[in-house]
């Protein structure tokens, strides 16, 4: 059944969210439905917190990343997740079996982390020529839990968690699936697709948030260089990182290196940077709650942003362009 250009008829788009009647949080006092433009939420005395991102650099398993970028953003706040609202715009025509697919994914992901879709907007549209998703995120956190990408101090260790380009092995793998399986086979190939499961960081964000941490910020466009450059730009402090001790996957650079690609600018959710002046305790915790996590460098007075490697060192300038742009380009 191909849909026509325009938003979704009202009988198909009250079928599709009925998917989603079952309540995840009672804090949501609306759920969507014909009509609802708005949602309410009660958080009594939490704060509101609120994110909204698109997804514009991957073809598949768009639902899947579409919700963890928003939430790892709230967690990145110290926020914990409560409802999203999701935007679709597909080309013109697309078939009804796919935005099927596409909210399917959205509810298993947002069901597993109880989180409450709570309205949206979903069209058909010739503005774009593939698929689009956009998710705002609403989240709660304590007023003296809120935390920010500004609050990094001189002196805090910088603690990176999990392994960077997690997110942008994870899409490249989706988008030369057949180029990465005559190079490197199936079995590497379905190991680095199934990455895109592991591209949360609300644990170790939400974790991190009761702890003493000056800032914390998930890595996203750009990669670990391009976050590194953000939590210094915003703070007005330096940093100085070690980069071999930035855990990468050997996957990851396998693949990086097939397609002359620089690990650490390439998209990375499934990390996040967290500054704080007591780096051993936060380790600890990280690790006795079974998260991978690294020492990487500190923050300094000097406002240079340094990067050690080896004997070099590498002044860090804000990152232009995603690498995962690039390799878009080499497909074609």
Known sequence: MKLEVGKIPNAILEKLLFKFSEPQRKEVLTKPGIGEDCAAIDFADDICVITTDPITGADDEVGILGIHIACNDLASSGAEPVGILVT????????????????????????????????GHTEVTDAVNRMVLSITAIGKAKNDKLINTKGAKPGDSIIFTKYAATEGTAILSWLFEKE??????????????????????????????????????????????GALWEIGTASGYGFKVNKNKIPILEETRRLCDFLSLDPL???????????????????????????????????????????????????????????????????G
Do not use: W
């Open 265 to 331: 600018k390439l998209i990375s959710s499934g990390s996040m940077i967290i500054t704080t002046p007591n780096g051993s305790e936060l380790l600890k915790i990280l690790h006795e709650n079974n998260i991978k996590a690294t020492e990487i460098g500190c923050i300094t007075f000097e406002k240079e942003f340094l990067l050690i490697d080896g004997e070099d060192i590498v002044k860090i300038n804000s990152v232009e362009s995603d690498e995962l742009y690039k390799a878009r380009k080499m497909k």
């Open 180 to 225: 990465l399986n005559k190079e490197f086979g199936e079995e590497f190939v379905n190991t680095t697709k199934n990455l895109i499961s592991s591209i949360s960081v609300v644990k170790e964000g939400l974790l991190a948030a009761q702890f003493n941490v000056s800032s914390m910020h998930d890595v996203t466009e750009g990669g670990v260089l």
């Open 88 to 119: 679709i715009l597909a080309p013109a025509g697309t078939e009804l079996d796919t935005i099927e697919k596409l909210l399917n994914q959205i509810k298993e992901v947002s069901a597993a982390m109880k989180i409450d879709v709570i309205g």
